[in-house]
């Protein structure tokens, strides 16, 4: 069954089987009303123990966006879908609510942004996350988090509210508020984060965030204030391990290296992938933007697969403790 069917019959049926994978279309009642989630579990998942990934969508975007299962101007990435499906990963990909300015939105950090939703998303995952256990057979010491964007902002606030009931997350193109709502980070957690040098969505130097067509975003750090701040709280040395990514595709714009802080995958790390010259964008090796997305977006880097990467640092991290 084509991914294109799959998201069509979402609306009309709580559970699609397909050859690799059962999508379910969920939901979960919340104070602010009923909360769509949907849930993907390839075909030859442990019984029990399963590791989970929960992917948070940017602003604008939606959880079928994140899981491929529809396309955002002609772009629809299946990066998630591949990888969970070759390491039996359990994936679950909320919405968010709709904010002032009609966009699917996360209620992150940003105390100054006019255009975030204002509803309890931290009760709602955390109550997502028991529900992942009970439900779904999530290893509650296998539970991470992906955000992209506005969805990556809402994976700091959950490794600062929440980081007891994580292993690890994850977020690219996002850098941590510069009025922050939120307490500082305080215990020392696992993070991954990729950013563009040339994201002009969020810049990498940090101040205004968002563009003419997403206005009253707030304001960020730099990455590298972001960087130094999930560093210092995992208690890490100065000094990371680097790696420059072989550059693969003579057309590629951008470079990518890799800073590793912490020696042992199983503990706590923090890693960073900068991507000279990327836009506001995931990496792939094998996936393009189409030409109206790369002139809003940016250029997409081709020396990484952002997934598997984030899945070999996330592996064999555990939480819970």
Same mark, same amino acid.
């Given at each position: 069954m084509?991914?294109?069917?799959?998201?069509?019959?979402?609306?009309?049926s709580?559970?699609?089987?397909?050859?690799?994978?059962?999508v379910?279309?969920?939901?979960?009642?919340?104070p =602010?009303?009923?909360?769509?989630?949907?849930?993907?579990?390839p075909?030859s998942?442990?019984?029990?123990?399963?590791?989970?990934?929960?992917?948070?969508?940017?602003?604008?975007?939606? /959880? /079928?966006?994140?899981?491929? *299962?529809?396309?955002?101007?002609?772009?629809?990435?299946?990066?998630? *879908?591949?990888?969970a499906?070759?390491?039996?990963?359990?994936?679950?990909?909320?919405?968010?609510?709709?904010?002032?300015?009609?966009? @699917?939105?996360? !209620?992150?950090?940003?105390?100054?942004? =006019?255009?975030?939703a204002?509803?309890?998303?931290?009760?709602?995952?955390?109550?997502?996350?028991?529900?992942?256990?009970? =439900?779904?057979?999530?290893? %509650?010491?296998?539970?991470?988090?992906?955000?992209?964007?506005?969805?990556? $902002?809402?994976?700091?606030?959950?490794?600062?509210?929440?980081?007891?009931?994580? /292993?690890?997350?994850?977020?690219?193109?996002?850098?941590? /508020?510069?009025?922050?709502?939120?307490?500082? %980070?305080?215990?020392?957690?696992?993070?991954?984060?990729?950013? $563009?040098?040339?994201?002009?969505?969020? %810049?990498?130097?940090?101040?205004?965030?968002?563009?003419?067509?997403?206005?009253?975003?707030?304001?960020?750090?730099?990455?590298?204030?972001t960087?130094?701040?999930?560093?210092?709280?995992?208690?890490?040395p100065?000094t990371p391990?680097?790696?420059?990514y %072989?550059?693969?595709?003579?057309?590629?714009?951008t470079?990518?290296?890799r800073?590793?802080?912490?020696t042992?995958?199983?503990a706590?790390?923090?890693?960073?992938?900068r991507v000279?010259?990327?836009?506001?964008?995931?990496?792939?090796?094998t996936?393009?933007?189409?030409?109206?997305?790369?002139?809003?977006?940016g250029?997409? !880097?081709?020396?990484?697969?952002?997934?598997?990467e984030?899945? !070999?640092?996330?592996?064999?991290? @555990?939480?819970?403790?």
């Amino acid at each position: 069954m084509q991914l294109r069917s799959i998201c069509a019959l979402l609306l009309a049926s709580s559970a699609i089987h397909t050859a690799n994978a059962t999508v379910a279309d969920k939901a979960l009642a919340r104070p =602010e009303g009923s909360r769509h989630y949907i849930v993907m579990e390839p075909a030859s998942l442990p019984p029990e123990k399963r590791p989970t990934i929960i992917l948070l969508h940017g602003h604008g975007a939606s /959880a /079928a966006s994140m899981l491929g *299962l529809s396309s955002f101007m002609g772009y629809r990435s299946q990066d998630w *879908l591949r990888l969970a499906e070759r390491e039996k990963i359990l994936l679950i990909a909320p919405d968010g609510v709709k904010a002032s300015d009609g966009k @699917r939105a996360w !209620n992150d950090c940003r105390g100054d942004t =006019e255009t975030n939703a204002t509803s309890d998303d931290v009760g709602f995952l955390s109550e997502l996350i028991d529900r992942a256990i009970t =439900e779904h057979h999530a290893d %509650p010491a296998r539970i991470y988090i992906y955000g992209a964007s506005n969805g990556g $902002g809402m994976a700091y606030r959950l490794g600062i509210e929440l980081a007891p009931r994580l /292993a690890a997350i994850g977020v690219s193109g996002s850098v941590m /508020a510069a009025h922050s709502s939120c307490k500082a %980070p305080s215990r020392p957690l696992s993070v991954f984060m990729l950013h $563009g040098t040339a994201d002009e969505i969020i %810049p990498y130097q940090g101040g205004k965030l968002g563009h003419w067509l997403m206005t009253g975003r707030g304001t960020g750090v730099s990455m590298d204030e972001t960087v130094m701040l999930w560093r210092k709280n995992a208690g890490l040395p100065d000094t990371p391990a680097t790696y420059h990514y %072989p550059h693969l595709k003579a057309d590629d714009k951008t470079s990518a290296t890799r800073y590793v802080w912490g020696t042992d995958p199983s503990a706590v790390q923090v890693a960073f992938v900068r991507v000279d010259g990327g836009g506001h964008v995931h990496a792939s090796k094998t996936e393009e933007l189409p030409w109206v997305l790369r002139k809003l977006l940016g250029n997409m !880097n081709h020396d990484v697969d952002m997934a598997d990467e984030m899945w !070999n640092f996330f592996k064999d991290k @555990r939480g819970g403790k």
